[in-house]
């Protein structure tokens, strides 16, 4: 018995440090953050929308096609950078994508898209930030892919990148 | 010119961390010294420079350029060179090359053997750590185009206590490497040399704990003022990577003094130094390399993860596989009673580790999850807050009353006249404590009473000045008691209350009224800010005192912070954080009521006074040998 506990530190130590090896060599995001709405459905919210000033309702918009929510902000530098791939999903993928406006001015907004261009078929003003709790947002920017039942199937915090980019195009091709 | 001069006392130092492995063992002393000494002002200097190019805010080099700016504090210039993760790698090395130099300076006839292993050991780690610097971080890389001015400082970073606290933590953990050090060169001997090398070890572990446990108190007291949630410990990944080596050391020292006194348990405290110097590199992987999502991240690079790893499979394979092979010569047969100062350290021993690991476990559990299963999860707060209390409570009343026990003998009705002032004591003060806050809550009763308990036991030792004290011990143990009331009182008794208030106009918390008097626009050295007036009254509408929390905006890292502005006292600390708002609607605001919080801090610096009065009176020891 004595003879073997000596080794037994060694073996832990080395098991340990397997378990990082094998997560340092994998593909894998840090910033993939878990959430318990995944396969789940969406949150229910109201919101007014930016660009009609109707008031928009989930329950009756998020049926029969994959969507993507964004949560943006003018002030997030971050959402500047992953503005080319969001116009490059809306162009590409033909899905919609309903940016959530997150804390802002809603004056801002309007140039900010007129100038870098407006990937969103709807934007939706969350001045107190609201649905970004209901959604459990950690910080923005934030993406969920929710699909044609209204269930969320990703999600990804911080900017698209182009690795992201291939991976959300590969979940809205199979959620097709 | 002056940066290239560093990147060659950079190379240097790599050049005599080397020699040194050749020569420790068999070279002449004299040879020694000069490559210790070389090592030691090569490191120095490469520090130093590094240093210089960040006060004369030198942007031809890339790590000034990433982490300076012209118009930031000279001291936040001097702080910013280990704020970043390229310059804490060059104080890491001259942290280790210092320690080295200690260990050559115990140097003697008698030891040589001892001290020769250990330098080679050491020598092994700092050759190791010079070359991941060189290789994958190097501070002194250069720009490819010149600019003019740096990307800035984080201005959450640039901060008194933030400017010392890695320092301090450094000097923890690689005190912790000299202890590895003995522990290797203690098992290469194979125990036939009869030498004392847990007098050698012991006041490198003291220097170590004495550095971690103030070097995290600061960590803990910037974040309660810094990051405005009323807290001040949050079980991040980074905080426990600092908390785990610290938990070790604290059994290290224990359980070297039964070593000392009994020469029992031997094996054991050479796994505990091996261990502990491990989870401290460890720590440094899991923040380096961006395994792990913390507020404490430095930049991300998987290399430099590849790089940590494969120097701790090393380091720990080579240093564990020796204990496996010949801890056996290190078990001994000297039993002793389990009512006695050895038992009562045990258990803490056993407690502590226990900790450790249940710490260790909640860290790393969602890493390996995700390995094994590919879901994500989440540890936090609660896991550990359910699981480390109740296993530290006993551990807290054994540290009660361990000191009293005398070595080996005791008769249980001894101990129990023995304690008898301190139980009084104890009583009265919880009583008191208790009926002022007027919560029964189990913890809260508990923690208090715990607290008093150890205090009273101390002060009341400390009066009497019994001779077969360690004066270092009791006041450490005293600051523990300190520290434990301050933590209980302030996370059982916390108030907070969150509301939207407008200008001329108050909102109470606990017994006092606070009264919104305005709100203006400041200009600071490097930021703009709002800042609010409020005035605090006490129940007989006499000014307490006024707090002024502050918004900043820092325009050239475009980050912004909030200011909690804090009054304290023995008793209790106000605590007021501003929010987002407008003149119309009011400011949302976060007050907090958080009592005996500055306990926390005192009991620190009491604790890191008891070290070092400790540290010294065994270095006396080491001369008498």
Known sequence: ?176 | MVASIGNLALWLSLIFSILQIYVSKKGKLKVISVIVNGLLISSLGSFIILMYLHIVSDFSILNVFENSHTTKPLLYKISGVWGNHEGSMLLWILVLTIFNYFIFKLYNKNNSLLISKTLKVQSLITTGFIVFTIFTSNPFKKMIVEQENGLGFNPILQDPALAIHPPLLYIGYVGLSAAFSFSVATLNLNNKENIAWYTYMKPFVLVAWAFLTIGIAIGALWAYYELGWGGWWFWDPVENASFMPWLLATALLHSLIIVEKRKSLQAWVLLLALLAFLLSVIGTFLVRSGILTSVHTFALDPSRGIYILIFTAILGGYSLLLFGKKSKNYFDKNYFNFFSKEGSILINNILMTIVCATVFLGTVYPLIIEAFTNNKISVGEPYFNATVVPIMLPAILVMGVGPLLAWNRNKKSEILKKILPSVLLTGIMSLIIVSIYKSFSLIGTLGVILAFWIISNNIVILIKKRKNFSTGMLVSHLGVGFLILGITASSVWQEEKITKLKTNSSTEINRYSIFFKDINEVVGSNYVALKGNFVVYDKEKKIVTELTPENRYYPVTNIYTTEASIHSNIFRDLYIVLGTGNKSEGWVLKIYHNPLVIWIWIGAIVIFIGGTISIFKNLEKLKKI
Not at chain 1, 127 to 149: C, D, H, L, M, Q
């Open chain 1, 1 to 176: 018995m004595q003879k073997k506990i000596p080794i037994f530190p060694l073996i832990v130590f080395f098991f340990i440090l397997s378990v990082f090896f094998y997560l340092l060599i994998v593909d894998r995001n840090p910033s993939e953050l878990p959430s318990n709405l995944i396969n789940k459905n969406i949150p229910t919210f109201e919101a007014k929308s930016l660009i009609s000033g109707k008031k928009f309702i989930s329950t009756k918009e998020f049926k029969g096609e994959t969507i993507l929510v964004n949560f943006f902000a003018t002030w997030c530098k971050p959402c500047r950078d992953e503005h080319d791939f969001l116009k490059k999903i809306s162009d590409k993928k033909k899905v919609k994508i309903i940016g959530i406006n997150y804390k802002d001015s809603s004056k801002k907004t309007v140039i900010w898209l007129k100038n870098l261009g407006n990937p969103y078929s709807d934007v939706l003003v969350d001045k107190k930030g609201r649905i970004a709790i209901e959604w459990g947002v950690y910080g923005i920017p934030e993406t969920f892919v929710v699909n044609s039942n209204g269930i969320i199937k990703y999600r990804h915090v911080g900017a698209i990148t182009g690795k992201i980019y291939k991976k959300i195009s590969l979940i809205i091709d199979k959620n097709e």
